[in-house]
C-alpha cells in the first residue's frame, strides 16, 4: 500500500469509528435524562417520607447518573479523537497532491530582517514552514521555526536529530495519536505565561492554619451531621447550621480563590492535553540518543510528568464547580471545595514549579521532531545530507525545490568544493536563476535542522547562510530600495570580516542603479568576498561577469540557466549548464505579450 493510499484508509476508519462514538454519546445523554426524570418523580412521589427518604433518593440517583457522565465524557472525548485522526489524514493527502493550505503559516516569526528567512519563503502563505509543520503545541511551533532560523553548525546535533527523525517516521501511530491529542485543545497564546505566572507566586492559603484544620475537620462535620440526621438522632436544623457555617466560611475566601482560579481554572483543558502527549513520550521504548534525552528530562520524581500534569489537570477542573451557583452551594457547605482545591493546587505548585518549564520545552522539541518525521515519511524519496568537518563543502546531486511537486521538479548538481568559491549563474527571465538558488537555500536550510533534504545525494558544512535576493524600499525609515541593498551587503560583509563563515546567495544584486555602475560595483563585491574567503552563488544578468573566472581560476565558475528559442517560441529545460548564457529573452517576451 502506497502512503497516498494508507492515508485514505485511515480517513475511512477514523471517520467510522467517530461516528459510532457520537451514536454512543448520544444514547448516553438520554439515558441521564431518563434518570433525572425518574429521580425527580421519586422525590415528588416520596416527598412527604421525610428527610431520610429524601437524602436516600438522592443519594441513590446521583451514583449512576455521575457513572452515565463519565461514561459520556469519555465517548465525547473519543468522538474527538477520532475526528482529529479523521482530519490528519485527510489533511496528508492533500499534502501529498501539493495542497498544504491547512497547516499553519508560521507568519508570526516572520522577520524582514533576518538573514535569509524572507528571501527563502521560510514563513507565510505556501512557506517552507506551512509545508514542514504538523506541530500541535506553541513551543513545538517556536522550536521548529527556531531549527530554520538559527542553524545549528554542530555536526553531532544534525546527526541526533537525524537519527530520531528515522526512528519516529514509521512511527504513524504515535506521531498521529500526539498530534490529534495536541489538536483537540487548541492553545491560547497566554495560556503557558499565566501558568508560569502562578508558578512564581508564593504559597498563602498553605500558610493559613485555620484553612488546613478546617478543611479536614469541617467536612467530617457535615457528613457527621448528615448521617445523625437521617438517623433521627440529630435535628435538620443543625445540620443545616453546620451546613451553610461551612459556606460562609468558604464564601470569607472567595475573592482570594478567584484570583487563583483566574490563572490556572479553565486550563484543565491544556493540562490534560501535555499529560497524554508527555505520556506518548514516556510509553514509548526509544532507541535513539536524542530521544531517549528527551525521555530522561521528563523524569522528575517519583512518578512521570505526564501523571503529575493529570493531578493538575484534575485540581483545575475541581475548580470550575464554582462558576454553577448551586454546584458551589453544594460542595463548599459539604466540604469546603474551594479551601480544598487551593491547598492541593499550593501543594503541585510547591512540588513542582521547578520542572514545568522543562516539561514544557520536552513536549515542544519531540512536536517538532514529529514535524520533520512527517517530512521523511511523506518524502521517502529525499535524501538525509552527510554533514562534513572539513574547511567547506556542498555537494549535492539532483537537487530540486522542496516545495514543487515531483512531476514538476526540474533537478540539478551543486558543486562547491571550497572556501573562498563563487559561482555565478547567468541566464535570461524566468529560466531558473531565482528558483534554484532558492532551492538550494531550503535544502540547507532543512540539512542544518537535521531534516532529509530534496536531492539524491547531499554533503555540506554546516554553517550559517546570507542571502540578498528580495530587499524592499521602508517608507518608515525613508530608505530607498537601493540603499536597503546596500545596509544588507554591508552587514554580510562586516560579518565576514569579523570571522563568519557564510554560504551567500546573492541574486541581480544592484539593480537599483545604471548598468556601468552596477557592473562596477558587483565586480567590486564579488573581489571582496573572494578575498574574504566567502562561498557561495551570484546570479546576474551582467554578462561582463563571467570574465572573474578567468581572473580567479580555481574561485570563480561560470554557470547558467540556458533558453531554445524558435521563432516566436520559447524552451525552457531549467537545466544548469556551464559557462554563460548566449539568449536572452525580454524582447520577445514583450513582443508575445503585445507590448511592442
Known amino acids: 500500500m502506497n502512503i497516498d493510499e494508507t492515508y485514505l484508509q485511515r480517513t475511512r476508519e477514523f471517520t467510522k469509528l467517530a461516528e459510532a462514538q457520537k451514536n454512543k454519546s448520544n444514547s448516553l445523554a438520554m439515558a441521564r435524562l431518563a434518570l433525572f426524570l425518574l429521580a425527580a418523580f421519586m422525590l415528588w412521589y416520596f416527598w412527604s417520607g421525610g428527610a431520610a427518604a429524601i437524602f436516600g433518593i438522592v443519594f441513590i440517583a446521583i451514583v449512576p447518573f455521575l457513572w452515565l457522565m463519565k461514561l459520556q465524557g469519555k465517548a465525547d472525548e473519543q468522538f474527538s479523537y477520532n475526528q482529529q485522526l479523521a482530519t490528519i489524514n485527510t489533511l496528508e493527502t492533500r499534502a501529498l ?36 509543520n504538523r506541530t500541535v503545541c506553541p513551543q513545538g511551533s517556536e522550536t521548529l521555526a527556531d531549527w530554520l532560523t538559527n542553524p545549528t553548525i554542530d555536526r553531532q546535533d544534525i546527526l541526533q536529530r537525524q537519527e530520531a527523525i528515522k526512528e519516529l517516521a514509521p512511527l504513524l501511530d504515535v506521531r498521529q495519536d500526539f498530534q490529534a491529542y495536541g489538536m483537540m485543545s487548541p492553545e491560547k497564546s497566554n495560556a503557558r505565561q499565566q ?9 498563602w492559603f498553605l500558610k493559613r492554619i485555620d484553612v488546613r484544620v478546617l478543611t479536614i475537620l469541617g467536612p467530617l462535620a457535615v457528613v457527621g451531621s448528615i448521617v445523625a440526621t437521617s438517623v433521627g438522632v ?6 443545616a447550621a453546620i451546613f451553610f457555617g461551612m459556606l460562609a466560611y468558604a464564601g470569607a475566601y472567595f475573592k482570594k480563590v478567584s484570583q487563583v482560579m483566574d490563572q490556572v481554572s479553565g486550563r484543565h483543558d491544556l493540562l490534560k492535553k501535555y499529560a497524554r502527549l508527555l505520556s506518548i513520550i514516556e510509553q514509548h521504548q526509544f532507541k535513539s540518543a536524542l530521544l531517549q534525552q528527551l525521555q530522561q528530562r521528563i523524569v522528575t520524581g517519583k512518578e512521570p510528568a505526564s501523571a503529575y500534569f493529570r493531578s493538575l489537570s484534575r485540581i483545575t477542573d475541581s475548580l470550575e464547580s464554582r462558576r454553577n451557583l448551586p454546584g458551589y452551594i453544594i460542595t463548599n457547605g459539604l466540604a469546603q471545595w474551594d479551601l480544598q482545591n487551593a491547598l492541593r493546587l499550593e501543594r503541585w505548585k510547591k512540588q513542582h514549579r521547578s520542572a514545568l518549564a522543562q516539561w514544557f520545552e520536552v513536549a515542544g522539541e519531540f512536536d517538532a521532531l514529529l514535524s520533520l518525521a512527517n517530512l521523511h515519511y511523506n518524502k521517502p524519496n529525499f535524501a538525509f545530507p552527510t554533514p562534513e568537518t572539513n574547511d567547506f563543502q556542498l555537494e549535492a546531486i539532483e537537487l530540486g525545490h522542496p516545495l514543487l511537486n515531483d512531476n514538476e521538479r526540474i533537478t540539478n548538481n ?3 568544493p571550497t572556501s573562498g568559491y563563487i559561482i555565478l549563474i547567468t541566464g535570461a527571465n524566468m529560466a531558473g536563476k531565482s528558483t534554484f538558488l532558492r532551492a538550494v537555500g531550503i535544502n540547507m536550510a532543512l540539512a542544518c535542522a537535521g531534516a532529509p533534504v530534496c536531492a539524491q545525494n547531499f554533503r555540506f558544512v554546516p554553517m550559517e547562510m546570507y542571502t540578498s535576493m528580495r530587499t524592499t524600499d521602508s517608507l518608515q525609515k525613508h530608505e530607498s530600495y537601493f540603499f536597503a541593498e546596500l545596509k544588507r551587503l554591508q552587514s554580510i560583509v562586516k ?8 554560504l551567500i546567495l546573492l541574486d541581480e544584486i544592484l539593480k537599483g542603479t545604471n548598468s556601468t555602475d552596477q557592473h562596477l560595483g558587483s565586480e567590486a563585491l564579488i573581489e571582496r568576498l573572494l578575498a574574504l574567503g566567502a562561498s557561495g552563488m551570484v546570479a546576474t544578468h551582467d554578462l561582463e561577469l563571467g570574465e572573474l573566472e578567468a581572473r ?18 520559447m524552451h525552457f529545460d531549467y537545466k544548469l549548464h556551464n559557462g554563460i548564457t548566449q539568449n536572452f529573452n525580454a524582447s520577445l517576451l514583450m513582443k508575445n505579450m503585445g507590448i511592442v
Do not use: M
Not at 503559516?105 to 514552514?129: R, V
Not at 440529630?234 to 445540620?239: D, G, K, N, Q
Open 495 to 502: 560579518d565576514l570580516e569579523a570571522g563568519k563563515k557564510y
Open 195 to 203: 501558568l508560569n505566572t502562578w508558578l512564581q507566586e508564593p504559597e
Open 234 to 239: 440529630l435535628s435538620a436544623e443543625i445540620t
Open 97 to 132: 497532491n501539493g495542497q498544504f493550505e491547512g497547516f499553519a503559516t508560521g507568519k508570526e516569526f516572520l522577520n524582514p530582517a533576518h538573514p535569509y528567512a524572507l528571501d527563502l519563503d521560510l514563513f507565510g502563505d505556501g512557506s517552507l514552514f506551512q509545508w514542514l
Open 414 to 416: 551543486l558543486s562547491i
Open 552 to 569: 580567479h581560476p580555481g574561485h570563480v565558475r561560470n554557470q547558467c540557466f540556458e533558453i531554445v528559442i524558435d521563432g516566436n517560441q
